[in-house]
């Protein structure tokens, strides 16, 4: 059985100066409409640094309209937020650059090979040619990938396109990353390893902001928020609220707050 | 029965409910029309011509003033040689330099001949060549009228007619080829995506596993863009008749059915591109780009079709706008029947049977 | 009511093997789960018996009905639901259900007390556009418009992907329903607490079957020795826990991770082991195992 868990080393690169508030991310009544459609609806919460904080919600909730415009990708409606001390609205830019992002829907190039897609998105990022090659091997040996290196990525199975992905995401060691369904449709040995890498990541400091519609990987965050209909419903930990809803697992959790709230899923 | 009206019913809530596509459909082909005959008219009119008047007399005068004074031409310059033709032409000054011999009245009075020199900027071959037609026929309208007081034997009269357009309005040669291109662009694509959007947003999915029979689908996807398109050809006729100024000669019934069997023709060829392509880009892509260019180049729009060499016009025989474009021609411009233009009809009769049938036969049962 | 054959697709020219060999049996009447992951094969699966593609080799029949030679007579009979949602978002609630009751000769009228159990859900919202409805309403509408026309087996491939968890349950209420009425079911899902709702289920997993039988029937036949351990610092107890020769495997599941031992190995063994690493106030305690563990052990040793 592959174990992913070598620990990755994040060195900070010394030109990069670690960021020391509390909270990562702060979001006040946090707005976005499409036409009539209301898809987030006056959020507010904030993340610490170092948590793993869960987006938890059905598809369709607003999860991945959130995660969009935290990480400067999509301009709120109305309402703020500072990610990494940086305005959503005047310094996206300044945000991208810092952060690491994985969506579930585009991650890679399919028609390049594994090797290419990490230089590719290393050089983005701008990490020299030096740093990326030291890199590229490393990763490669990490995932197991070594004899897949000029693989396509089309001909890779779903499960090892996430790990890449998500390793493709970390290459700049970044501080705050974004994950957007990473563990959807994965066989259940593929979705563990996942979340061990998660951890790992978290260990060495990063502060990881995951969206999922699995109710079971709430239990791997510090904390979550579930959204319903574009608002947070709940925003606890998992242990608090289990025992707010007297529930036996997230899922139930979800089931109670359901029948309790006015929120009306429809 | 009831099957294929239930999928008629939803085709057309579809086509209704595309607010954006419609604008482009109905708005589209005003635009290129308009363009069309108003801004890139071939027409010469106000163009600007020079003169080289060496003898400065009566009669060079009078026929400097004719061409002054006709609506195609304006006198801006005068020049003492015809060497500052070359110079004028390379500033785009003038379209042409109009060049009176020494002594003209005097020669003509007693030899009965004189000469003019037409130099005609002809780097656009169609204007230059107009542009020295018009000025050479203002210049023997006034020939004849000198002519006409006097007694010569055997003289031959000849008399250039351009028949059914005599002004040479260049709306007569457009409209019917942008109809055609407009036609056959827009009516392919929009069935060229209509089967293949089923395709990818996944409800042929649903649709495979029903008794829907492959004709229904076809038929029913046609109908809606058949009234869609015979609404264009509607505005188009109408623009044409009330903003272009051209003539509607030929019977308008036949006009409208021949304009709507190179609908339903347009329509069948999109449908079989649609059975056969599997992303609405690619079946875009064939329609728009494959289309276009031997709509235009074998049409005979462009390009007179007995110019080209003999393989090419083997070639033209099977493309459809070249028939359309004849019969628009014949029907509109020159206003014959029927009795000249079945053949034609029967050849895009033909097509469109044939193509309805490949598409029925391509139309895939499985996934 | 289904017998499935020694069915092998495959795509890319033999490159990528959706469907290896596999053999299934469903009874008439019966709810049938069909669980993995993506890229297990259940879609294709599903497309072949829903006579949408065809196998490489192997046969499927539908009550006796060949789905290569008799497709046109099965697709009159079966509603299928496809993966992802297949119906026209720019038509209306009504107009969807209404256009797939025309399409298939029928009314809604006719079939209303049929559906009404999943429509009454939806049916205060049938003006609404299908492309404006919830991951939930339009699962409903989905099912609604495979029941219209009274098929006899249903085909529902990843019904409640990405739903939120009201109305998964409420899906399988629903189908807890129709299957009274005698409908037979065939659902795929990458959910395993869904299984357990199953009469009988499929483990698939890169186009084999794993193991084919009840829910109880697979956990008693794979019954493993397993241990539920819980502790603070759930990530360093995790890597510790396998850093111990005595581990065969263990895995994450939510609030515990879940053990099992090398033969001879047992619970105060490891207590002891992880004491000497500094790891103390662990809860270790045996449990029974449930249909993702055996999922994953089968995968494990499948691999």
């Known amino acids: 059985m592959p174990q992913i868990l070598k620990t990755f080393s994040l060195n900070y690169c010394a030109h990069k100066t670690k960021i020391q508030m509390s909270n990562i991310i702060e979001a006040t009544q946090l707005t976005r409409v499409f036409g009539k459609f209301t898809a987030v609806d006056h959020i507010s919460f904030s993340v610490k640094t170092g948590e793993i904080f869960g987006f938890l919600g059905a598809n369709g909730a607003g999860k991945s309209t959130a995660m969009k415009m935290l990480s400067g990708l999509l301009l709120p409606s109305s309402g703020k937020a500072q990610v990494l001390g940086f305005d959503v609205y005047t310094q996206s830019e300044e945000i991208k650059k810092r952060i690491g992002y994985m969506s579930q829907r585009f991650s890679l190039y399919e028609d390049l090979t594994v090797e290419e897609n990490i230089h590719l998105f290393g050089s983005i990022y701008g990490l020299s040619k030096a740093i990326l090659k030291e890199k590229t091997d490393a990763l490669l040996v990490q995932l197991e990938f070594v004899d897949q290196r000029k693989t396509l990525v089309s001909n890779l199975p779903l499960g090892w396109k996430?790990?890449?992905?998500?390793?493709?995401?970390?290459?700049?060691e970044p501080q705050l990353v974004f994950l957007d369904e990473p563990t959807g449709g994965v066989d259940p040995i593929t979705r563990r390893q996942f979340w061990e890498m998660i951890y790992a990541a978290s260990a060495k400091g990063a502060t990881l902001f995951v969206t999922t519609h699995y109710m079971d990987e709430a239990e791997y965050c510090d904390r979550v928020s579930i959204m319903v209909d574009g608002r947070i419903a709940a925003l606890d930990t998992p242990k608090a609220l289990k025992t707010q809803f007297e529930a036996d697992d997230m899922n139930e959790v979800f089931l109670k707050l359901a029948a309790t709230s006015n929120l009306k899923i429809i | 029965m009831k099957v294929f009206l239930a999928f008629l019913k939803k085709e057309f809530r579809h086509v209704l409910r595309d607010r954006r596509s419609l604008a482009v459909l109905i708005g589209m082909p005003i635009v290129m029309l308009l363009m069309y005959g108003f801004a890139l008219s071939t027409e010469v009119k106000n163009s600007r011509i020079a003169i080289v008047d060496l003898s400065k007399d009566e009669v060079t005068r009078t026929l400097i003033q004719r061409l002054d004074a006709s609506r195609y031409f304006t006198v801006t310059e005068y020049l003492d040689n015809p060497e500052g033709a070359d110079l004028l032409f390379r500033q785009g000054k003038a379209r042409a330099v109009v060049v009176f011999q020494e002594g003209f009245q005097k020669s003509l009075l007693h030899t009965n001949t004189a000469s003019v020199q037409i130099i005609a900027d002809a780097s656009d071959t169609n204007t230059g060549n107009t542009v020295a037609f018009y000025i050479s026929s203002i210049i023997r309208a006034y020939q004849d009228e000198l002519l006409t007081h006097q007694k010569l034997p055997y003289r031959i009269q000849m008399e250039a007619q351009l028949a059914y357009n005599p002004q040479l309005k260049s709306a007569f040669n457009f409209v019917p080829g942008v109809m055609v291109l407009i036609l056959i662009l827009l009516c392919s694509m929009l069935t060229a995506v209509a089967i293949v959007r089923e395709k990818e947003t996944g409800t042929m999915e649903l649709i495979l596993v029903s008794p829907v029979r492959p004709w229904m689908m076809i038929v029913a996807k046609a109908i809606p863009f058949l009234l869609v398109g015979l609404i264009n050809v509607a505005m188009i006729l109408l623009i044409s008749y009330t903003v272009l100024g051209l003539p509607m000669r030929g019977?308008?019934?036949?006009?409208?059915?021949?304009?709507?069997?190179?609908?339903?023709?347009?329509?069948s060829l999109g449908l079989l591109i649609s059975t056969r392509t599997d992303s609405q880009q690619t079946a875009l892509f064939i329609s728009l780009v494959g289309l276009m260019l031997p709509s235009l180049v074998f049409s005979g729009f462009m390009f007179p079709l007995e110019n080209m060499p003999l393989p090419l016009q083997y070639i033209s025989k099977i493309v459809p706008t070249r028939y359309f474009f004849n019969i628009l021609k014949s029907v509109m411009i020159k206003g014959l029947g029927f009795s000249q233009v079945w053949k034609d009809t029967l050849v895009m009769a033909g097509m469109t049977v044939f193509l309805l049938g490949m598409a029925v036969r391509s139309f895939k049962m499985r996934l | 009511m289904i017998s499935i054959k020694n069915i092998t697709k495959t795509y890319r020219?033999?490159?990528?093997?959706?469907?290896?060999?596999?053999?299934?049996?469903?009874?008439?009447?019966?709810?049938?789960?069909?669980?993995?992951?993506?890229?297990?094969?259940?879609?294709?699966?599903?497309?072949?018996?829903?006579?949408?593609?065809?196998?490489?080799?192997?046969?499927?029949?539908?009550?006796?009905?060949?789905?290569?030679?008799?497709?046109?007579?099965?697709?009159?009979?079966?509603?299928?639901?496809?993966?992802?949602?297949?119906?026209?978002?720019?038509?209306?609630?009504?107009?969807?259900?209404?256009?797939?009751?025309?399409?298939?000769?029928?009314?809604?009228?006719?079939?209303?007390?049929?559906?009404?159990?999943?429509?009454?859900?939806?049916?205060?919202?049938?003006?609404?556009?299908?492309?404006?409805?919830?991951?939930?309403?339009?699962?409903?509408?989905?099912?609604?418009?495979?029941?219209?026309?009274?098929?006899?087996?249903?085909?529902?491939?990843?019904?409640?992907?990405?739903?939120?968890?009201?109305?998964?349950?409420?899906?399988?209420?629903?189908?807890?329903?129709?299957?009274?009425?005698g409908l037979t079911i065939v659902v795929s899902t990458p959910y395993m607490d869904e299984a357990r709702r199953c009469d009988r289920i499929a483990l698939l997993q890169k186009g084999q079957i794993l193991d084919q039988d009840s829910p109880?029937?697979?956990?008693?036949?794979?019954?493993?020795?397993?241990?539920?351990?819980?502790?603070?610092?759930?990530?360093?107890?995790?890597?510790?826990?396998?850093?111990?020769?005595?581990?065969?495997?263990?895995?994450?599941?939510?609030?515990?991770?879940?053990?099992?031992?090398?033969?001879?190995?047992?619970?105060?063994?490891?207590?002891?082991?992880?004491?000497?690493?500094?790891l103390e106030n662990i809860e270790i305690k045996a449990i029974a195992p449930d249909i993702e563990d055996i999922f994953i052990e089968l995968l494990r040793t499948q691999n």
């Open chain 1, 162 to 172: 996430q790990k890449l992905s998500f390793s493709v995401a970390m290459l700049h």
């Open chain 3, 216 to 278: 109880e029937g697979i956990i008693n036949r794979h019954a493993l020795p397993l241990y539920s351990i819980q502790g603070p610092h759930m990530f360093a107890l995790l890597e510790t826990v396998r850093s111990w020769p005595g581990t065969l495997s263990c895995f994450a599941f939510g609030e515990s991770h879940h053990v099992r031992f090398h033969d001879g190995m047992t619970a105060p063994h490891l207590e002891a082991y992880l004491k000497k690493k500094g």
């Open chain 2, 251 to 267: 019977n308008l019934l036949l006009l409208v059915a021949e304009c709507g069997l190179f609908v339903l023709l347009a329509l």
């Open chain 3, 13 to 181: 020219d033999g490159k990528l093997t959706a469907l290896d060999g596999i053999n299934i049996e469903i009874a008439e009447g019966e709810l049938f789960g069909l669980i993995g992951p993506d890229g297990a094969g259940k879609t294709t699966l599903f497309r072949i018996l829903a006579t949408l593609v065809q196998p490489d080799s192997g046969t499927a029949d539908i009550a006796g009905a060949d789905v290569v030679r008799d497709y046109a007579l099965i697709r009159r009979s079966i509603g299928y639901m496809p993966g992802r949602f297949s119906l026209y978002q720019d038509l209306s609630i009504l107009e969807n259900l209404e256009f797939f009751a025309a399409v298939f000769g029928t009314t809604i009228a006719e079939n209303y007390e049929r559906i009404k159990p999943i429509y009454s859900h939806i049916e205060p919202f049938k003006n609404r556009r299908a492309g404006q409805l919830s991951g939930g309403m339009k699962q409903k509408l989905a099912l609604c418009c495979a029941l219209v026309h009274r098929p006899t087996l249903l085909l529902l491939d990843e019904p409640t992907t990405g739903v939120d968890p009201v109305s998964r349950q409420e899906f399988w209420d629903m189908l807890q329903l129709l299957k009274q009425q």
